[in-house]
């Protein structure tokens, strides 16, 4: 029939129809007919999503590190999600109208990057290299906590920092200290040695 349409959602979609500006059924995995001229549909997925992100940031003694990470998350209140972001499908239900749903990801990122500014700055470029699981505990419990993050409806499922990286300048001279320290260890153990092996040949001969 003109107009009339039949749609079905995937289990993971979390469905809301509105009929002249009043919503008049909404859950998950729907399946229905509708009459598309006086019908909006909102799909909200409700399965995770994983965001990889690189930063560049300063750390307390001005140098610069990145930041390598990956956070996993989803929509666990849709009815949130759906009062900030516009999750309305055309009218044949199979593109977003808006690219709100785009920018979500965004959002989750622009929120981390924020945290995690605050904490490099507050370590030192050698704190900041070996900081990896502290600055994840530190910015996984600061997001859960953000109103923004809590107004999207959204759960943190998990957050990883791959790596901590200076410069490659700054790379080379940690490389040399350590290395110079290395073989100055490797040099007094070596003394240390000689010192023994000579007080125990002097012990030898006034014995």
Request: net charge negative; glycine share 6%.
């Amino acid at each position: 029939m003109l107009g009339f349409r039949y749609i079905k959602f995937d289990p993971s979609q979390h469905v809301i129809v509105f009929k002249g500006g009043k919503m008049v059924k909404e859950g998950r995995g729907l399946a229905f007919w509708y009459f598309a001229p006086s019908t909006s549909l909102m799909s909200i997925p409700l399965g995770s999503s994983e965001a990889h992100f690189i930063f560049e940031e300063t750390t307390s003694d001005y140098q610069e590190v990145t930041v390598q990470g990956q956070v996993t998350y989803r929509i666990s209140d849709p009815a949130s999600a759906s009062k900030l972001l516009n999750y309305t499908l055309d009218a044949k239900g199979q593109r977003y109208v808006s690219q709100d749903p785009e920018k979500l990801q965004q959002r989750v990122i622009n929120a981390i990057n924020v945290l995690t500014k605050t904490q490099v700055q507050q370590l030192s470029l050698r704190e900041a290299i070996s900081a990896g699981d502290k600055l994840v505990t530190e910015i996984q419990a600061q997001l859960a906590e953000r109103q923004d993050i809590q107004s999207l409806g959204l759960e943190i499922l998990g957050l990883s920092i791959l790596a901590v990286k200076p410069t490659p300048d700054t790379a080379r001279a940690l490389e040399a200290e350590t290395r110079e320290r290395l073989m100055q260890e490797a040099d007094d153990a070596v003394y240390s040695r000689r010192n023994a092996s000579v007080e125990h040949e002097r012990s030898i001969k006034e014995n």
